[in-house]
């Protein structure tokens, strides 16, 4: 065991047994995960009555090494405590796509074709049609799962995503419903982060969970984003014309019904009437619901839907106004901000809707979709977008703002009118969390500056840390590149940005270190414009042609299959010995979720600090919000937000104890205290102010030489076994704690073990 871990699980515990949260931050590569799930699913067989443990993950590839770290825990400590601590249940959840086995429906790779192909098959009346009608298809998989009933259980065990299709397969059952029957009965569930914090789903998926669960959020640097996005919706005018004919559509389907089976729609009604709907009574079966209400839990309405939109052809005309009143928003020709109160007066006065009818359009809408049996619900995304944005204007009044843009870019590269609703507190999301949960854990590599946390989310931790990383060799070496071997000053500051030595210089930088260091070299840019107009110019300094005269160059595109591609060519250039750069953006995916361990990652460069869009409108609402509600100044906040990003990408090159690499901060700015001192612990122990600050590219470069040198010789395993606890000193080190928390800490009573402890503590 590392004394980082021991420390991660010390303060864990502590968390646990107050009853509390906890903001931890561990290094990069040293066993985070198999930390949190040893000390927590251990603190569940201690403690039997402590609930499950609930690991939030951001990607499916995180999923899946969770549930390696889950089985290997419980087999180890099955094979030390006996067979029955291995007797658990552990299993993860995702989306149709992921866990279908349908021959038909799993071929196909888009997520809502996947969830419409699914539906056509289990909605309730296609079921009930297929009674009557025999050519009627209907997916065996969900029938014979269905005909077990409450009776369809799997045994104790670790089940990730194959495995769980694996037992579909064997058993005939749907392993997507299968994993939310038995949800409850499990010890440990992991899933992604939307399961939890958005209420769409959550409203669904997450309810039952004990209040004495402990809920972990894994990677969580960029929580407050993901609260933040989860209560935000954008229009454009694309979507409004998609809704505008998927209300043509509604309209058709209704007088379909009212000819043909009026009673549905009189029952439908009548449900209404009585207030049904909101308490889950006409919510439909399992395979029926798809989303839940998109309003936090303490804010949905517990009453009937208003009269005026119970029956189908009022609401409908409803939502048609709704729709016409956004597309006159978006032809306005200046940007618009206004709070939710002015938007509701604007919209009241031009519309005469009523705030409390607009609560209930989201929920109206789902109710009328079931109703009118469609399962085709892909087509009526935007429309449901729509509804969302009413629900939520018309329910919150703090933490929102409306921004209208008439030169907007929800896509990268396109402008067109937006209507957005912008959530502006990452508090409100997560607020449910803390409020129902005893325990819940924030980690991650990149958390610095720790402090900033409880104000973006409005909690109070009972217990933060930030840890730095015990080593047995200065396996990373950062360098801070100030300028260029011509002495021009290097910064990716907007003013300078076009500036061609500043460009030349970046060039010349990146060709130094692929002559230099040998294997993969990761390079991360500000954003995806910077990259395309800095690689154009190398292009026509011939800068590319040189540096592949000594690695290949690959690029990461908003393209998630050609940066796969791109990703699995450079690996094979690296296996190969060709050498290969890769050329990423912070905060892109290859920033976010892709290690570059071992020889794919000898050097990362971080070009500039990856600060955000000052100018965005959205960013200018939060950080005002964020000033007046908070006290967060906006370069605090700014500075903190690019530095997270830029340690993020730092974290890609050290993945393990006996890993090493080179980390270059090509910017000027990186050599200011007020940033650099923003890193986390384990980045700054090794940034040596006497030798690692303010270098010249060809000073840089005649350190790097020196650092490959000593980092390529045969390691030491006695030097690396310096760095383990053994389990004596794990012992000792907790008797010489219990005898300090018990005020009876004197040289007398200090036995051998807690002697030895103390020389590793100090």
């Known amino acids: 065991m590392y004394k980082e871990q021991y420390e991660y699980m010390l303060e864990l515990k502590r968390a646990l047994d107050a009853n509390g949260s906890a903001l931890l931050e561990m290094p990069t590569g040293t066993g985070k995960t198999v930390c949190l799930i040893s000390l927590i699913s251990s603190y569940q067989y201690a403690n039997p009555g402590t609930g499950k443990l609930v690991y939030c993950t951001r990607t499916v590839p995180e999923m899946v090494k969770c549930m390696e770290e889950i089985r290997n825990v419980i087999d180890y400590r099955a094979k030390c405590a006996g067979p029955e601590s291995g007797h658990i249940l552990a299993l993860c959840l995702s989306s149709r796509r992921n866990l279908c086995i349908h021959p038909r429906?799993?071929?196909?790779?888009?997520?809502?074709?996947?969830?419409?192909?699914?539906?056509?098959?289990?909605?309730s009346w296609v079921r009930q049609r297929a009674t009557k009608h025999a050519g009627v298809e209907l997916c065996s998989f969900y029938e014979s799962f269905e005909r077990e009933g409450n009776d369809a259980d799997i045994p104790l065990g670790v089940y990730d995503l194959d495995q769980l299709k694996e037992l579909g397969q064997q058993r005939g059952w749907c392993p997507y419903f299968l994993a939310r029957r038995v949800l409850n009965r499990a010890n440990i569930v992991v899933y992604n982060y939307q399961y939890m914090l958005d209420p769409k789903v959550s409203n669904l998926v997450s309810r039952e969970l004990e209040q004495n669960s402990i809920v972990v959020f894994d990677e969580a640097h960029n929580i407050d984003n993901v609260c933040i996005e989860a209560l935000s919706v954008t229009i454009d005018k694309t979507a409004l014309d998609a809704s505008s004919r998927s209300i043509g559509r509604l309209q058709a389907k209704v007088a379909d019904m009212k000819a043909s089976d009026s009673e549905r729609l009189a029952r439908e009604y009548q449900a209404l009437v009585s207030g049904l709907a909101e308490q889950g009574v006409i919510a439909g079966s399992g395979a029926d619901v798809v989303l839940g209400n998109p309003v936090l839990p303490d804010d949905i309405l517990q009453e009937a839907v208003p009269g005026n939109i119970r029956k189908a052809e009022h609401f409908v005309a409803f939502l048609k106004k709704i729709v016409e009143y956004f597309k006159k928003r978006l032809r306005g020709s200046n940007v618009e901000k206004e709070s939710p109160v002015a938007f509701m007066h604007d919209l009241h006065t031009k519309t005469a809707l009523e705030k409390k009818v607009l609560k209930f359009t989201y929920s109206r809408l789902n109710s009328l979709l079931r109703t009118l049996e469609i399962t085709s619900l892909e087509e009526f995304n935007p429309l449901q977008d729509v509804a969302n944005f009413a629900t939520l204007v018309s329910t919150y009044i703090d933490g929102f703002s409306i921004i209208m843009e008439p030169k907007g870019t929800a896509l990268a590269g396109v402008q067109e009118p937006l209507?957005?609703?912008?959530?502006?507190?990452?508090?409100?999301?997560?607020k449910p969390v803390f409020k129902r949960f005893q325990s819940v854990v924030i980690t991650s590599g990149t958390l610095s500056p720790i402090d900033l946390y409880p104000k973006l989310l409005d909690f109070h931790p009972a217990v933060r840390a930030s840890l730095p990383m015990s080593t047995f060799r200065p396996c990373l070496l950062p360098l801070v590149v100030t300028r260029g071997s011509d002495q021009v000053p290097l910064s990716t500051k907007f003013d300078q940005r076009k500036d061609m030595s500043i460009i030349r210089n970046y060039g010349l930088l990146l060709l130094e270190v692929a002559a230099t260091v040998p294997d993969g070299v990761c390079c991360f840019f500000t954003s995806y414009s910077y990259m395309e107009e800095i690689v154009t110019k190398w292009d026509e300094m011939r800068i590319l042609q040189k540096i592949m005269d000594h690695k290949l160059i690959f690029l990461e595109t908003k393209d998630v299959v050609e940066?796969?591609?791109?990703?699995?060519?450079?690996?094979?250039?690296?296996?190969?010995?060709?050498?290969?750069?890769f050329l990423s953006v912070a905060r892109g995916k290859v920033a976010e979720g892709i290690d570059f361990d071992r020889h794919y990652g000898r050097c990362v460069i971080v070009f500039g600090i990856p600060y955000q869009y000052t100018l965005s409108h959205v960013l200018r609402s939060r950080l005002d919000y964020m000033w007046s509600k908070y006290g967060i100044k906006d370069n605090d906040f700014l500075t903190f937000d690019a530095l997270r990003q830029a340690a993020q990408c730092v974290g890609r090159v050290i993945r393990s104890k006996t890993d090493y690499g080179l980390v270059v901060l090509a910017d000027s700015r990186y050599n200011r205290y007020d940033k650099r001192s923003k890193f986390p612990l384990w980045i700054n122990q090794f940034l040596r102010e006497d030798s690692c600050l303010n270098l010249s590219t060809d000073v840089a470069v005649e350190l790097m030489k020196d650092f490959l040198k000593q980092m390529g010789q045969p390691i030491d395993r006695s030097s690396l076994h310096t760095i383990l606890m053994s389990e004596e000193q794990v012992v000792g080190r907790k008797r010489l704690r219990n005898v300090i928390l018990n005020g009876t800490a004197t040289s007398q009573n200090v036995d051998n073990n807690g002697s030895s402890e103390m020389e590793v503590v100090s």
Do not use: F, H
């Open 105 to 123: 429906v799993m071929d196909e790779s888009d997520r809502d074709t996947v969830d419409s192909l699914c539906r056509n098959m289990t909605a």
């Open 419 to 430: 209507l957005q609703l912008c959530c502006l507190d990452a508090s409100l999301a997560i």
């Open 563 to 581: 940066t796969t591609l791109a990703l699995d060519n450079y690996k094979r250039a690296c296996d190969c010995g060709r050498g290969a750069v």
